[in-house]
């Protein structure tokens, strides 16, 4: 664990990928009306951030596609590392 900061965070290592992949399955599940699809690579290196919140706010960003797309639009989510980033350093 990498630790706590003053507003309550919990800092520690998140499986980005593993992360998306049972969020977007999840949505598929329950959100049949749309056609999701997520795109990660194997390599995708962890990142440092509080798991639930990071979880939270991909959970909104979900939610928001569904929600103000009409039904049978695709949802593809995408996730990489941007030049230069890696790991603890960004993504």
């Known amino acids: 664990m990498f630790g706590t900061s003053a507003v309550g965070l919990?800092?520690?290592?998140v499986d980005l990928a593993g992360l998306l992949?049972?969020?977007?399955?999840?949505?598929?599940?329950?959100?049949?009306e749309h056609d999701w699809s997520?795109?990660?690579?194997d390599d995708l290196p962890p990142v440092v951030?509080?798991?639930?919140?990071?979880r939270e706010v991909?959970?909104?960003?979900?939610?928001?596609?569904?929600?103000?797309?009409?039904p049978g639009t695709p949802v593809a989510v995408t996730a990489g590392v941007a030049d230069g980033a890696a790991?603890?350093?960004g993504i």
């Open 21 to 32: 992949r049972r969020l977007v399955g999840e949505f598929a599940h329950t959100r049949p």
């Open 10 to 13: 919990r800092f520690d290592e």
């Open 87 to 89: 790991g603890k350093e």
């Open 49 to 54: 951030a509080d798991p639930a919140r990071l």
């Open 58 to 70: 991909f959970q909104n960003l979900l939610a928001n596609a569904a929600k103000y797309s009409e």
């Open 38 to 41: 997520l795109k990660v690579p």
